[in-house]
């Protein structure tokens, strides 16, 4: 429901973390059975059944990290596929593997596109090192987050929406007028600038909405995006929240005491 295409907020240096995260992404779709350049990976039917594989080997499942490993013959696969061989798995390093793993050709051009528009003055606001840590701890978080709502669900759960829905809170937090050229499909993709507070708080309230009365299954982990998002303004907000200054007013001792 919004397409941010560009922020009027310029950036000190190169946000190579946002860039790298950008490329991983999308060599790692690339070289997936999702994006249909590899034939490697079989057509029609077997394809299916390697793509259903690749997301149970890459993405997280969140029975899995409660309850342990899933025996490879209960992975819900299509109908005709063949039960793959055992395949080395943690589920805790799942949670960092499925941050790099996306479902479709628009699932990735869609979390990039966040990516690219909000994660630069991010970066450039935290550093390059701190930028990436919390990177990562928005999207464990939001993937425990979704998780713990859904302990018995062994559907997978892939994409880096939960790790940039973070890079979005925080971003509210930092820089709450700075002015976000967006599309919004319901006015006919008209481009329109709001202030990122008016384009990331519709986001965010449609993303909350939409969490109370998503059903179980397949589909878009919209609490993921929530608990990223909540945990990207908390963290900006602790972190860079303007510091009172305490002025010290120092009195005459008692030795400048006049008589």
């Known amino acids: 429901m919004v397409i941010p295409v560009y922020d009027k907020n310029p950036v000190r240096r190169p946000p190579v973390v946002t860039y790298a995260l950008i490329g991983i992404c999308t060599v790692v779709f690339l070289l997936s059975p999702l994006s249909g350049f590899v034939r490697l990976h079989g057509s029609g039917h077997a394809l299916q059944c390697a793509q259903t594989v690749y997301f149970d080997r890459w ?6 990290l409660f309850h342990g490993r899933l025996p490879v013959g209960e992975l819900d696969l299509p109908a005709g596929c063949k039960t ?11 949670v ?17 596109l966040f990516l690219y528009v909000f994660g630069d003055n991010v970066e450039n606001r935290m550093g390059r090192v701190r930028f990436a840590l919390f990177y990562l701890a928005a999207g464990y978080l939001a993937t425990y987050g979704f998780a713990f709502a859904n302990t018995d669900d062994t559907q997978s759960l ?7 829905s973070g890079a979005l809170g925080a971003y509210l937090y930092l820089y709450p007028k700075a002015r976000v050229t967006s599309l919004f499909p319901f006015l006919f993709f008209v481009p329109l600038r709001f202030p990122a507070w008016v384009v990331l708080g519709f986001w965010f309230v449609l993303q909350w909405l939409a ?14 995006h929530v608990v990223g998002f909540a945990f990207g303004f908390l963290w900006a907000w602790v972190c860079y929240r303007p510091r009172r200054k305490v ?3 120092i009195g005459p001792t008692q030795g400048d005491v006049q008589p």
């Open 59 to 64: 993405g997280v499942i969140p029975s899995e």
């Open 84 to 94: 793959p061989g055992t395949f080395p798995k943690v589920p805790f390093l799942s």
């Open 96 to 112: 960092l593997t499925s941050m790099f793993v996306h479902g479709g050709w628009l699932h990735l051009i869609g979390n990039m």
């Open 158 to 164: 892939v994409g880096a929406s939960g790790a940039i």
């Open 211 to 224: 969490a109370q009365t998503a059903q179980g299954g397949p589909g878009v982990a919209y609490l993921a």
């Open 247 to 249: 002025s010290v007013v």
